[in-house]
Nanobody
Framework: QVQLEESGGGLVQTGGSLRLSCAASENGWKINVMAWSRQAPGARRELVASIDSDGTTSYADSVRDRFSISRDNALNTVYLQMNDLKPEDTAVYYC?????????????WGQGTQVTVST
């Protein structure tokens, strides 16, 4: 199975920056899309950004001009550079990917990393 390990969360002031990383141990699976979602207290989990294996990216409107997703395919690692952070960005951020192997596919998720933006 694919294992995802996130790092880089923490506490930052409004306007600050953080960079999240997520390394995937593919264990024989092919990693396709890699992405970040987040969940704030009392809210639904929402997609923040995704990146295909060819580098095509997609962003939520709320982060489009502030966040940047990238990946290193050789390392099976995805990054989320978050700039100009706002209190409403406070949430647990989850890394996930789509993985395929011999006709099977599934979507593993990481454990999540807390991002807190103070006023």
């Amino acid at each position: 199975q694919v294992q995802l390990e996130e790092s880089g969360g923490g506490l930052v002031q409004t306007g600050g920056s953080l960079r999240l990383s997520c390394a995937a141990s593919e264990n024989g699976w092919k990693i396709n899309v890699m992405a970040w979602s987040r969940q704030a207290p009392g809210a639904r989990r929402e997609l923040v950004a995704s990146i295909d294996s060819d580098g095509t990216t997609s962003y939520a409107d709320s982060v489009r001009d502030r966040f940047s997703i990238s990946r290193d395919n050789a390392l099976n690692t995805v990054y989320l550079q978050m700039n100009d952070l706002k209190p409403e960005d406070t949430a647990v951020y989850y890394c996930w990917c789509t993985a395929t192997n011999m006709g099977y596919s599934y979507t593993p998720w990481g454990q999540g990393t807390q991002v807190t933006v103070s006023t």
